[in-house]
């Protein structure tokens, strides 16, 4: 809730320079609440939401998708597998102690450790080593040439070594500390988090100064707690609320066009895709602006890559297969691709509208397509089952990497030796290879320019749309959100 | 009667027992939860590595046996998603789903209650039936709607009440009547028919004869003896208000364990899960207990083997 204090004339006196607004809480609902405040643990938008705020990470990007500095001021890649880090030397951890290069070594070591477990540990596994080299100097080792790993450190956060070890890893997620522009102030399980403004924070703080998050997890209700004015900020909301909301006087809708690309992903390795005829006829069949356009109405739009303009790797003037039903149906009939039966593999947390209109849509075009639903976790086996040609046939999927480097999309659904690729094609893996491995920026353009070349020749993958993210605010909130979904407090403004 | 007691804790424990071990491979069968609780661009690696941090490499007997080892020394585990313990978790819970309970078992008896006494005295007239519709629609609403239509109307267009959340008393009383609703009905019934039977009791002609008035009637006699089948019912009510808590924990964004357990089976968080199973499992059989030795207390039939 708002209470947005009138400030005397004695306060106006005194705070000459301040803005007219002081103190404001500002309540942000969530759809659960966060799984864990430390930063090294759970990944998922509702824990990174709260713990992006407490913590720094090593570096960042600006609202254009730029990486900047944040920790880092600096950062030197003095060989193919070594990065040199300069740190901040006014950054102050909430608790009052500095924060070293010790902080961040021992931050990036804490992650990268399997003993640790974080589930996070994919997305840093290429980091084998990270050292303090000098007072405010960290230097990184990678297992090649890695020229991902910076896009990476945008999601680490530096936690303080000297209360981790302390205190132990479940008393800092209870309590965590960390030298963002929010301190943790409480956490009522279930209920909320609170935070408040750090007023030693080295960079800006924004307006707030204490902030609760709230777990809600009926969208109803959420938008509700926004139109009572119970709630500033609410987050998960789909086309249907977002036009509801629009109508209602002191409300906005703002969405983000988020680096997420869904696909249609079919197994090429078992007949009848093994057919680059079929898979033509498969990516002709489906009607990618109907079902951006009719059925998700949110300003999702088509993309005809795996990657979004928000990702490094991005390509301008890709080639698409245009949508052409009637040639479709006339590669199915000729070369009786509609004789097997497939089964479209997926489970209760991908949107089925879409999983229904890609079957019909297919089924019109005369293949012979059969939905198999099953539990998440039986899905998520079939998919990453040990041979290729026993992953699905078909599947529908949404892929962020939160790196925004297409390294992250492309590598993992089209290598032959990733748990999820269905494609098995030399030619590709040894560009992804080169793509994932080179320094230069030339080279991986160049690399990533030919990779869609052949994908798109062999028609390996069916990318359907950019997925935006929508959130429901007051109208005083001004905010842009970004394309990595995060809710930094210190980039809000309020104006009233 | 010692006898009695040891062959019903006996059993007690048989039963908990029976629901730990269907607990345990229940969640085994839905597969490894390993793959849920990394993120996409795990590797295999990774994934192996996650799997042995969480001991789900071991073979399923070993890890049954360290499950019930651990049952015993009362270690309910550790939360797979949020590492904390999972007796803190459902305890920092519980306090709510109590309040949110018994605030619907006053709805549901301070509504029922009198309607089913209206019924029973002016069961002549037809507008009493009128009542009953009105009672049972109240009953049939889906909670996800009436609760939405409950927030819309106090919430934001009359502002009396807080749309959803809890910390004041006054956050409380939604969810209470949206859950309350729910065991009104069966209240109202259960009073009716207590009461006709009541009424048609020697005691009640023979006070009628001596000239005890309507009011003191049914204040003083009727309510109280009819009570009775009143309050057994209400232990099979709270099992059903904890089950129906699910929904209005949800829609109410109140934090008790209904709204846990939607959350826990979402996040695969199966030590959670199991850690509420159980504690619904203890106490139901407890509960029963405590009634089966409560009857043998007051049936002897009962404890001599119920061969009567």
Known sequence: MIRAFTHGIAAAVTLLSAPALMAQDFTVNLVNEPSTLDPHQQWNPDSYYVYRNIFDNIVTRDNAGKIIPQIATDWKQVSDTEMVLTIRDDVVFHDGEPLTAEDVAFSIQRITNPEFGSPQLGQFNQIIGAEPTGEYEVTLTTKGAYPV???????????????????????????????????????????????????????????????????????????????????????????????????????????????????????????????????????????????????????????????????????????????????????????????????????????????????????????????????????????????????????FGRWSCACQDVDGVQFPLLHSSSSWSRVNDADLDSLLEKGRTALDDETRMEAYSNVQQIVHDNAYILPLYQAVALYGASENLEWTPTANESLFLNRMNWSE | ?????????????????????????????????????????????????????????????????????????????????????????????????????????????????????????????????????????????????????????????????????????????????????LSMATYARIARSSILDEMSKDYIRSARARGVTTGRLVGKHLIRNSLIPVISISALEISQLLAGAVIVETVFAWPGLGQLTVQSVQARDFVVVQGIVLLGAFVTISVNLVADILYSVVDPRIRKGGRA
């Open chain 1, 149 to 395: 790993l910076l896009a990476q450190l945008v999601k680490l956060s530096v936690v303080p070594k000297h209360v981790v070890e302390a205190v132990g890893n479940e008393a800092f997620n209870a309590a965590p500390v960390g030298s963002g522009p929010f301190t943790f102030e409480g956490w009522k399980r279930g209920v909320d988090v609170t935070l408040s403004r750090n007023e030693n924070y080295w960079g800006d703080t924004g307006p707030f100064e204490t902030v609760s998050f709230v777990a809600v997890p009926d969208a109803s209700t959420r938008v509700a707690n926004l139109s009572a004015g119970t709630a500033d900020l609410i987050v998960s909301i789909d086309s249907d609320f977002a036009r509801q909301l629009e109508t209602q006087s002191g409300i906005q809708v703002l969405t983000a066009p988020t680096e997420r690309v869904a696909f249609m992903g079919m197994n090429t390795i078992r007949a009848p895709f093994d057919d680059p005829e079929v898979r033509k006829a498969a990516t002709m069949a489906i009607d990618r602006e109907g079902i951006v356009q009719g059925i998700l109405a949110g300003g999702e739009t088509v993309v005809h890559q795996m990657a979004t303009p928000s990702h490094y790797g991005y390509v301008a003037d890709a080639a698409a297969i245009p949508y052409d039903p009637e040639e479709a149906k006339r590669i199915v009939a000729e070369t009786g691709a509609g004789n097997t039966p497939m089964q479209f593999a997926t489970s209760p947390v991908y949107d089925q509208r879409i999983v229904q209109a890609i079957q019909q849509m297919l089924t019109e075009a005369g293949f012979d397509v059969e939905i198999s639903m099953t539990d998440m976790s039986t899905y998520l086996q079939a998919a990453r089952a040990p041979e290729q040609s026993e992953r699905p046939y078909l599947s």
């Open chain 2, 1 to 181: 009667m010692s006898v009695f007691l040891l062959q019903r804790l006996g059993q007690a424990l048989v039963a908990i027992f029976g629901v730990m071990t269907l607990v345990f491979f229940i969640q085994r069968l839905t597969g490894d939860p390993t793959y849920l609780l990394v993120p996409e661009t795990a590797t295999q690696a990774d994934i192996d590595a996650l799997r042995r941090s969480l001991g789900l490499d071991q073979p399923l007997v070993v890890q049954y046996v360290n499950y019930l080892w651990d049952m015993l020394r009362l270690d309910f585990g550790t939360s797979y998603v949020q590492n904390v313990a999972v007796t803190e978790i459902i305890m920092s819970r519980l306090p709510y789903t109590l309040q949110l309970t018994g605030g619907a078992l006053l709805v549901a008896f301070v509504i029922g209650l009198p309607v089913g006494l209206a019924m029973a005295i002016w069961r002549r007239y037809r507008a009493t039936n009128l009542l009953m519709g009105v009672v049972l629609g109240a009953q049939s609403m889906p909670t996800f709607w009436s609760g939405i239509l409950m927030i819309m109307v106090f919430g934001v267009w009359l502002r009396w009440l807080p749309p959803s959340g809890s910390g004041s008393f006054s956050h409380l009383i939604m969810p209470s009547i949206a859950l309350g609703l």
